[in-house]
């Protein structure tokens, strides 16, 4: 288990069992965990708010999935409708180690402490890491601020190439605003809930760069998932999930009121979630959420707890 923390990423680790299953719901040994506290770096919202400006925040281009390339669309599957987002589901923003400006996608998760962001595990957050809710091109004010990115929380093994793909998902957490409040008090948050199986009716949110779509928006589209075949994870046909939809939760059971609900996936796993190619926006794939996603949200939140409790101490 990796665990990093502030915007340096200290590391803490730990050996991690991984079974071949063939049940669903069967799962790897229990793993030990072990934290190492890091020092919290200096960066606030505002530092980040200051840096991601409207303007670097439109030209962030995100690691590329397949080609990248817009394709005719595939005429047997549905196609992403463009829509002005929900509060729970954002932009995610980071400098990685070449400085270049990159995102995918996040969202909030209902957590003990209310801080808590869901993506995919090759969503690295970098230097400068902010997350932007419901996340809208070209204003000058976000509806629901930039928050700064403090700890994130992987497995080390995780990947996009066999086994390491089915751990494809990762944590992360976002410091209070100027006010002092928890993004889940602003947002809202879906509950994390282990996949109930293969077949599923889901809610796909996500934000495709500008490069692949001009109106640099959020996309959702609704659709039955079925089993990646060969793997322990889902897929579902939908056009229009270009690169930067990584990360996108696959929700139930939402709320029309609220707009949160259960998230039983994110766009991740095998080849960063999707096939490569020009076509690679029609398919996206989502590692199986079991008792490792679980363990590992489990970690996270009892960290922040350790954390918090040796702060006061």
Not at 111 to 131: E, I, K, Q, V, Y
Not at 145 to 170: K, N, P
Request: charged share 15%; proline share 7%; with cysteine.
């Amino acid at each position: 288990m990796t665990i990093a923390l502030g915007m340096a990423f200290g590391l803490a680790t730990s050996p991690v069992s991984h079974a071949a299953e063939t049940d669903p719901g069967a799962h790897g040994t229990q793993s030990t965990f072990t934290h190492e506290s890091q020092p919290r770096a200096t960066w606030t919202n505002k530092d980040a708010k200051a840096f991601w400006t409207p303007r670097r925040m439109a030209e962030a281009a995100p690691p590329v999935r397949g080609t990248g390339r817009p394709a005719a669309s595939n005429q047997l599957a549905p196609t992403a409708e463009h829509f002005d987002g929900i509060p729970s589901v954002g932009v995610l923003f980071s400098v990685d180690g070449e400085a270049r400006e990159h995102h995918c996608t996040a969202s909030v998760v209902h957590s003990p402490r209310g801080n808590l962001l869901l993506t995919a595990g090759h969503c690295n957050p970098g230097a400068r890491a902010a997350f932007v809710p419901q996340y809208q091109s070209g204003v000058d004010t976000q509806p629901y601020g930039v928050w700064a990115i403090e700890d994130s929380f992987a497995y080390a093994d995780r990947g996009t190439t066999g086994s390491g793909a089915d751990l494809d998902f990762a944590f992360a957490t976002v410091a209070p605003d100027d006010s002092g409040r928890r993004i889940e008090d602003v947002t809202g948050g879906n509950v994390l809930t282990a996949t109930p199986g293969y077949r599923n009716q889901v809610s796909v949110i996500g934000y495709p760069t500008v490069r692949s779509d001009p109106q640099d928006r959020a996309v959702r589209c609704s659709a039955t998932t079925a089993r990646l075949a060969g793997t322990r994870q889902l897929r579902m046909e939908c056009n229009g999930f270009y690169g930067g939809t990584s990360g996108g939760p696959w929700l139930t059971n939402i709320d029309p009121q609220t707009h949160t609900g259960q998230v039983i996936g994110v766009i991740g796993g095998v080849n960063g979630g999707g096939p490569s190619g020009p076509h690679s926006d029609r398919t996206s794939y989502s590692p199986y959420f079991g008792k490792e996603i679980l363990d590992l949200y489990d970690r996270a939140t009892q960290a922040q707890q350790e954390g918090a409790s040796g702060t006061s101490g």
